[in-house]
T-cell receptor
Framework: AQRVTQPEKLLSVFKGAPVELKCNYS??????LFWYVQYSRQRLQLLLR??SRESIKGFTADLNKGETSFHLKKPFAQEEDSAMYYC??????????FGDGTTLTVKP | EAGVAQSPRYKIIEKRQSVAFWCNPI?????LYWYQQILGQGPKLLIQ????????DSQLPKDRFSAERLKGVDSTLKIQPAKLEDSAVYLC?????????????FGPGTRLTVL
């Protein structure tokens, strides 16, 4: 069965500092990986997906199949990045598995 | 475009009572998901529909939970009877493509408290 692990429940950085939210997965097939974000009092929404290879709000994530990781990075964190971040994996059959999330706090 | 709608937003019931949640996905979306999110955890998939057929319900506690998707559009999730451990936020999501590998769009959730 597939599994998604986000090892940090809480992450705190200062504004302007680099930030990396870790995501590790286990899945025997070829996964589709996503990062979803939930800002305060808002619904869960897509931040980015690996297949798009886009940079959204300055965030990037690279799929590393050797290390089975999909870490989310941003070189200069902003206060508005404070939110809950979830890594998610979709299998070939379309089944979704979410990690338990990381709460990011960006301090002024 | 209108987003995924859910109702009610909040529900408080006593254990052994029944409760039902409703979800209206984004128009034209083929796949609909129900998740249970317990405090401090990520969303856990309960059931996934593709149009009006069930794709995956392996984590649905079928002795007390049931779900249907009417005419491949709206969906209801029911708990009967509720237990204390069912206290959670129930999220509905939809995605455009069949097959479930697409981006999911989430509703605001229903927060259930079982006393």
């Amino acid at each position: 069965a597939q599994r998604v692990t986000q090892p940090e429940k809480l992450l705190s950085v200062f504004k302007g500092a680099p930030v990396e939210l870790k995501c590790n997965y286990s899945y025997s097939g070829s996964p589709e990986l996503f990062w979803y974000v939930q800002y305060s009092r808002q619904r869960l929404q897509l931040l980015l997906r690996h297949i798009s290879r886009e940079s959204i709000k300055g965030f990037t994530a690279d799929l590393n199949k050797g290390e089975t990781s999909f870490h989310l990075k941003k070189p200069f964190a902003q206060e508005e990045d404070s939110a809950m971040y979830y890594c998610a994996l979709n299998t070939n059959a379309g089944k979704s598995t979410f990690g338990d999330g990381t709460t990011l706090t960006v301090k002024p | 475009e209108a987003g995924v709608a859910q109702s009610p937003r909040y529900k408080i019931i006593e254990k052994r009572q029944s409760v039902a949640f409703w979800c209206n996905p984004i128009s034209g979306h083929a796949t609909l998901y129900w998740y249970q999110q317990i405090l401090g955890q990520g969303p856990k998939l309960l059931i996934q529909f593709q149009n009006n057929g069930v794709v995956d319900d392996s984590q649905l506690p079928k002795d007390r939970f049931s779900a249907e998707r009417l005419k491949g559009v709206d969906s209801t999730l029911k708990i009967q009877p509720a237990k204390l451990e069912d206290s959670a936020v129930y999220l509905c999501a939809s995605s455009m493509l069949a097959g479930g590998t697409d981006t999911q769009y989430f509703g605001p959730g229903t927060r259930l408290t079982v006393l």
